[in-house]
């Protein structure tokens, strides 16, 4: 099992900048991807930003060029992933998911974001 607890959301201006942190524990050597993924009232579930365990990684349009995504893993029981966000837009206001893949999807319990213009 994969534990994930995210933080770092809240409020801010548009064009501003948040970092959201999502640490993972548990059996961290089966994951292969992390990422983070957002929902908007309304809307479904979207990708925002992945990376492998080999470094690769891919973004959503619409993020490009203003969120970075990066991992550090600190020992052998515990991986953190982070999501720079700058340049930040309303639109970009939605509930964040930390997610990762190994034997099966793990999910985070979401972290609020909210952009005002």
């Known amino acids: 099992q994969v534990q994930l607890v995210e933080s770092g959301g809240g409020l801010v201006q548009a064009g501003g900048s948040l970092r959201l942190s999502c640490a993972a524990s548990?059996?961290?050597?089966?994951?292969?991807?992390m990422g983070w993924y957002r929902q908007a009232p309304g809307k479904q579930r979207e990708l925002v930003a992945t990376?492998?365990?080999?470094?690769?990684?891919?973004?959503?349009d619409s993020v490009k060029g203003r969120f970075t995504i990066s991992t550090i893993s600190r020992d052998n029981a515990k991986n953190t992933v982070y999501l720079q966000m700058n340049s930040l837009k309303p639109e970009d206001t939605a509930v964040y998911y930390c997610n990762a893949v190994g034997w099966r999807y793990y999910w985070g319990q979401g972290t609020q974001v909210t952009v005002s213009s």
């Open positions: 990376i492998t365990s080999g470094g690769i990684t891919n973004y959503a």
């Open positions: 548990g059996s961290i050597f089966t994951i292969n991807t």
